[in-house]
C-alpha cells in the first residue's frame, strides 16, 4: 500500500510525539525510589522505544527517497 506525503509526515509527527512520551514514562520508572520494581513495564517501554524508533527512520527514509524522486515534497 503506497501512502502519500502527508500521511507520511503525519504518521512521523505522531510517532515523534509517542517518542517523547515514551522517554518521559521511562524517566519516571528510572527516577521511582525501587526502579527494579517497575522492570515489566521499563523493559516494555525500552521495546516501544525501540519499534517506534524503527519506524520513525523507515518514515523519513521514505520521504527522503519521495523528495528525491520529486524534486521536493
Request: proline share 1%; net charge positive.
Amino acid at each position: 500500500m503506497m501512502y502519500d506525503v502527508d500521511e507520511l509526515l503525519e504518521a512521523k509527527r505522531q510517532i515523534d510525539s509517542t517518542l517523547h512520551k515514551i522517554r518521559e514514562v521511562i524517566k519516571t520508572f528510572e527516577a521511582k525510589e525501587n526502579p527494579s520494581r517497575y522492570k515489566s513495564q521499563l523493559t516494555l517501554a525500552k521495546r516501544r522505544l525501540k519499534a517506534f524508533g524503527i519506524a520513525n527512520q523507515l518514515i523519513g527514509e521514505k520521504l527522503t527517497d519521495l523528495e528525491n524522486d520529486t524534486g521536493g515534497y
